[in-house]
């Protein structure tokens, strides 16, 4: 889409912890894309799902840590708060499922993240 096509600035950012490689993001990336929920609304082009630079790592933790990359599911055309709270609930879920998911199939502990509602202003 080009600039100013009704992407919002509003969304939902999910970073992983500093013991996160490509293939961990990666594969959550295509987690949350299977997650019914959210495949629906990228279906209807409510929704993206895409990669991009954690330009808060050096800001936040003073130094960049891990893969300096988050997932970013922004909301295309707006959102009401109610849509916003069910999809973080529903990334969060995913999280963790995908963290139960990878603790299963691969060695060692999955890593850490957190899921952040994004507003305007902190885009």
């Known amino acids: 889409m080009a600039e100013g096509d009704g992407v919002a600035d509003q969304g939902i950012r999910v970073r992983l912890s500093g013991t996160a490689d490509d293939s961990d993001i990666d594969a959550l990336k ?13 279906r209807e082009g409510r929704l993206l799902i895409q990669m991009r630079s954690d330009t808060t790592a050096t800001v ?9 990359m988050e997932i970013f599911l922004a909301f295309v055309g707006g959102a009401s708060g109610e849509l916003i709270r069910r999809v973080t609930v529903t990334v969060e879920r995913a999280f963790s499922a995908w963290q139960e998911n990878r603790r299963d199939v691969e060695r060692g502990d999955p890593p850490d993240g957190r899921v952040d509602a994004v507003t305007p202003d902190e885009g």
Do not use: D, K, N
């Open 30 to 42: 295509s987690w949350l894309e299977r997650e019914q929920p959210l495949e629906a609304l990228v």
């Open 60 to 68: 936040e933790r003073g130094s960049p840590m891990g893969l300096g």
